[in-house]
């Protein structure tokens, strides 16, 4: 079982950045590869960024490549997600995940959320 726990999101206005933390606890974090997904009122919950087990490979969704820089630390079981020149379509709550293997762009592979955190961009 793991237990994940959001932080970090707020109010921005566009342009500016914010930095969102997902602190681990329960099993081995290092044997899990993380994904952050994030759902906006009245859409389904999308991929944004995934980072394999050991940071070896990120993956990115087209709509934040470039902006946005996930990332992870193992000694501190915590998994981050840079987001800068942020828009206002950005505006979501987002949720992190944790999966033991398979694609890391895939929803369906996740089998562990944390309750999310709302990040609002205003225009």
């Known amino acids: 079982q793991v237990q994940l726990v959001e932080s970090g999101g707020g109010l921005v206005q566009a342009g500016g950045s914010l930095r969102l933390s997902c602190a681990a606890s329960g099993r081995t974090f290092s044997s899990y590869a993380m994904g952050w997904f994030r759902q906006a009122p009245g859409k389904e919950r999308e991929f944004v960024a995934a980072i394999g087990y050991s940071a070896g490979s990120t993956y990115y969704a087209d709509s934040v490549k470039g902006r946005f820089t996930i990332s992870r630390d193992n000694a501190k079981n915590t998994v981050y997600l840079q987001m800068n020149s942020l828009k206002p379509e950005d505006t979501a709550v987002y949720y992190c995940?944790?999966?033991?293997?398979?694609?890391?762009?895939?929803?369906?592979?996740?089998?562990?959320w944390g309750r999310g955190t709302q990040v609002t961009v205003s225009s």
């Open positions: 995940a944790a999966m033991p293997a398979g694609d890391p762009r895939l929803i369906s592979e996740y089998d562990y």
